[in-house]
């Protein structure tokens, strides 16, 4: 075999890997003021999905979360199109997830401009699935307690000509007034779907973050890293892994769909699994 068919059959390989093979990427976050009874709580995170499929019925996906053991399923927007219903690999999932543990969604840019939010947001509610539209929610194990809570994306604060500045303003106001309704010294998780926005998130006090949107970067350079992502431009800072700025934990997932985007490469889709520690 000639090195150029040679080079050929691995590029082609990373392609077809850096789009169908799932990868599983566990994080722990540990803080001091994570109750005792939540350590070792399981949080399995699903962004981005974009109507892809991943075998059956979604059945790659679904093994991978099941095998988790999750005690929450966090889905971080961006689940299907402007047009949800049409989204028959999106809907496959959703319907199933509130059978494998309690899940929670919040809305990404894409949901931010379906043609039927309110549709989409009566259909969640009809499966069972939680939808933190800019609230918070108690989480309880035992006597103890963390809080959970979600704002929409950004876009879904355009009202009618208004810039995008005015939408980002009105977005932080929100996110403030969120974190507001919760306790002070309570533990504090945000769903929210952009990861660029991490000082935004470490201002208001939020002590774990989850976010998605950047799908890793698309396209990963050796060496060089992510080549670009949408909201943060060339060469982004956050596109996966976990970040920490003061007392806030952002985790951002590579996520699962290849959106508005031909392809990714050298960036499989990911399932991300966050464990929290307890530590005194």
Request: hydrophobic share 45%.
């Given at each position: 075999m000639g090195l150029i068919a040679a080079s050929a059959i691995v590029f082609i390989a990373l392609l077809l890997g850096s789009n169908i093979w799932l990868q599983s990427t566990t994080y722990e976050v540990s803080s001091p003021r994570i109750p005792?009874?939540?350590?070792g709580y399981c949080i399995v995170q699903i962004s981005d999905l974009h109507n892809s499929r991943f075998g059956a019925g979604q059945s790659r996906l679904l093994r991978r979360i099941r095998v988790a053991h999750p005690d929450l399923i966090a889905v971080t927007g961006d689940l299907a199109g402007a047009d949800?219903?049409?989204?028959a690999n999106s809907l496959e999932l959703i319907r199933q997830l509130p059978l494998l543990a309690p899940?929670?969604?919040?809305?990404?840019?894409?949901?931010?401009?379906?043609?039927?939010?309110?549709?989409?947001?009566?259909f969640l509610g009809g499966l069972g699935v939680h939808l933190l539209h800019n609230a918070s929610v108690p989480v309880e194990r035992g006597e103890q307690v963390i809080e959970l809570a979600g704002v929409d994306d950004p876009e879904g604060f355009s009202v009618g000509r208004h810039s995008w500045t005015a939408s980002l303003t009105a977005w932080r106001q929100e996110l403030e007034v969120v974190r507001q309704r919760i306790e002070p010294n309570r533990y504090?998780?945000?769903?929210?779907?952009?990861?660029e926005f991490i000082r935004s998130y470490a201002q208001a006090g939020f002590n774990l973050v989850l976010a998605g949107h950047a799908h890793g970067g698309l396209i990963r350079i050796p060496f060089l890293g992510p080549l670009y992502a949408p909201g943060q431009g060339k060469l982004p800072r956050y596109t996966s892994g976990m970040h920490l700025l003061n007392d806030t934990t952002l985790v951002v997932s590579r996520g699962l769909g290849r959106g508005m985007t031909p392809l990714r490469f050298l960036n499989r889709p990911e399932v991300?699994?966050?464990?929290?520690?307890?530590?005194?």
């Open positions: 005792p009874l939540f350590d949800w219903k049409r989204s899940a929670y969604f919040v809305i990404g840019n894409h949901e931010a401009n379906t043609h039927d939010l309110r549709g989409l947001i009566e504090a998780i945000l769903l929210s779907h952009r990861p991300v699994i966050v464990r929290l520690r307890s530590v005194s």
